[in-house]
């Protein structure tokens, strides 16, 4: 039977507010156990929670993002369930009021199209605490310093029809809450995190099939991978005339393969209420417009931009549009040289392998982009070649100059890179070789015209290696007029 | 309407509270009673009242973000079981 797949993809974003939702605890990655956890967080009794509105702001802002609807009256509600890292015994989240209502983004397909996924809905939360199995012998080690950090959850419809699909959505929204600057997408800490609803149904069936969820996938890779092992399982079971268990699963990347987080035996009622603490949060047209105000270019905007405007391949433009970071850079490399398609070929090579190679990120990188710039500027007023300019290139990365663009002239001048572009000075080089090797000579003269393109190239190398850095075109011109000088 | 025995066993274990066969048959009966409350309300007709969120009719306050809280670990840690290393420790969980 041809089967069909269906994916809704849950992604919580982290907000990046200083503080945490509901209390003036910091948020700070990496500090020392329960050090960043409050009477507030820890839930002690007599505690007030109070909203953050910056959290409020970063969620209406993803909002209009997304083209959705903003509430204009949002609701916490309290979500009941007993878990060590949960301290409060349940968590704060909007049921029925969310922040933000229904949007779309729209993702780009393998063959260059776009497809349009709804986005249900956006609501505000607070993360959990951490639980550590290891090093506390028979008992489990709670970090609450995460509990209460913000949390939009932001819940796709069922549209995505292959792991490629979902992949390229959960990428597409790493890129629009990292442009918003609202997360800052580290998901190695987990920044973001996508729990994947997968279900198959028979193709032209309208109803869905029961679906498993995969939880807490946290790399763009893993999303794909997990989803097709996921499918794959489910594929097996039903041609086997099997039947789907409703279920939570995790995914082993190690292994490649989902297994079953053991379900209860009494199913979970998450038994929510409005949070009695908390007061409907009421925003109003004048408040959703200021914020929309603060809106910057979009990825989407931006690569049509770079498409547009500059002439750029849409595959190229997609790539650097991908990462707020990456496209500041390329187009900060790309005013500085005036020239963008030249910016994207380095960004998208040398810059894009020396990263890759260091594996750093673009804010790591010893080159700025104003020191790039002006590598390109001298390749475009004939004082480098590429060669020299990739040499100029690797000494920075090497640190073998400092953060200024002066160091980019001092680098060519100490290497001895400039270009000789001097007609004179090369006529004098060309000369010599011709004479040098008369026998070059003769053979090319015996060539026909048509074939004289091609045995002009030995004289090149030899008039580079007699005095290197010189300027390739020039030595070119003259290479020609003086051989055709000589018939 | 009426809780059947495994029913408030079960909100029972949701609810964390542990219950014994008295208690059950005495919480079947308060609990039932309860939802019979609810049916009370349920049947009066609310087709005109907006679902009331909150009691009070006042609006969310909003914090400015910035970090006022400083690192009392040591303090709130007192009133912990047990502690290692700046952890709280509980029982072994694992999924």
């Known amino acids: 039977m041809e089967w069909e797949v269906v994916i809704g993809l849950e992604i919580h974003a982290q907000l990046a507010t200083k503080s945490k939702i509901f209390s003036g605890a910091s948020t700070q990655y990496g500090a020392e156990a329960n050090t960043q956890a409050c009477a507030v967080d820890l839930g002690l009794p007599g505690v007030l929670p109070v909203f ?51 949007g779309h983004i729209d993702i780009e397909l393998d063959d260059g199209s776009t497809k349009r996924i709804n986005v249900t809905r956006a609501h505000l939360e607070e993360d959990a605490g951490k639980s550590v199995h290891e090093g506390f012998g028979s008992m489990s080690g709670i970090d609450l310093n995460r509990a209460g950090t913000p949390l939009v959850e932001i819940v796709s419809e069922p549209e995505m029809r292959s792991a490629k699909e979902a992949a390229a959505y959960f990428r597409k929204m790493h890129s629009i809450v990292t442009y918003l600057g609202i997360c800052d997408g580290d998901l190695s800490q987990g920044s973001m995190r996508c729990d994947c609803n997968v279900s198959l149904r028979p193709k032209g069936q309208e109803e869905f099939g029961t679906r498993t969820e995969i939880k807490n996938v946290n790399s763009f890779r893993n999303v794909e991978r997990a989803i097709e092992s996921e499918i794959e399982r489910q594929m097996d079971i039903l041609e086997d005339g099997g039947s789907i268990v409703q279920e939570t699963r995790l995914y082993d990347a190690d292994k490649n393969e989902t297994r079953s987080m053991r379900s209860k035996e009494v199913a979970n009622d998450y038994r929510y209420f409005p949070c009695p603490d908390l007061l409907p949060v009421i ?25 547009k405007d500059h002439g750029l391949s849409v595959n190229d433009a997609a790539v650097l549009a991908s990462d707020r970071e990456l496209a500041h850079y390329f187009e900060t490399v790309a005013h500085s040289a005036n020239d963008y398609k030249l910016a994207a070929n380095w960004v998208q090579g040398d810059v894009s392998a020396a990263l890759n190679r260091l594996e750093i990120s673009i804010s790591e990188l ?40 002066a160091s980019v002239d001092k680098l060519v001048d100490s290497l001895g890179l400039k270009q000789v572009s001097d007609t004179g000075a090369i006529e004098a080089i060309v000369e010599k070789v011709l004479a040098d090797n008369p026998k070059l000579v003769e053979g090319y003269l015996n060539t026909p015209e048509d074939k004289r393109a091609k045995a ?32 | 309407m009426a809780l059947d025995q495994q029913q408030v066993r079960d909100i029972a274990e949701l609810a964390r509270l542990q219950l014994d066969d008295n208690q059950i048959a005495e919480y079947q009966k308060n609990l039932s009673s309860i939802l019979d409350l609810v049916d009370q309300l349920s049947a009066v007709d609310t087709s005109s009242v907006e679902p009331m969120a909150h009691p009070l009719d006042a609006v969310q306050r909003l914090r400015a973000d910035a970090v006022t809280e400083e690192n009392q670990r040591d303090h709130f840690q007192q009133c912990a079981p047990q502690t290692e290393n700046g952890y709280y420790l509980v029982p072994r969980v694992v999924e």
């Open chain 1, 52 to 102: 953050n509105e910056e959290a409020l702001r970063m969620a209406v802002k993803f909002g209009l993002a997304i083209d959705a609807d903003i509430g204009k009256k949002s609701v916490f509600d309290r979500k009941n369930y007993f878990y060590p890292d949960l301290p409060k015994g349940y968590q704060t989240t909007q049921l029925h009021h969310p922040i933000v209502g229904m």
């Open chain 1, 283 to 307: 925003i109003d047209d004048n408040y959703i417009e200021a914020v929309r105000e603060t809106l910057p270019e979009l990825p989407d905007d931006k690569r049509a931009r770079f498409v």
């Open chain 1, 366 to 405: 010893a080159v700025s982009a104003e020191q790039l710039g002006h590598i390109l500027k001298l390749i475009k007023d004939n004082t480098l070649n590429t060669g020299g300019a990739r040499e100029v290139f690797n000494a920075l990365l090497e640190g073998k100059g400092d953060d200024t663009v």
């Open chain 1, 456 to 487: 002009i190239g030995p004289f090149i190398g030899l008039t580079r290696k007699a005095a290197a850095g010189v300027n390739p075109q020039v030595v070119m011109d003259v290479l020609k007029k003086k051989l055709s000088e000589l018939g």
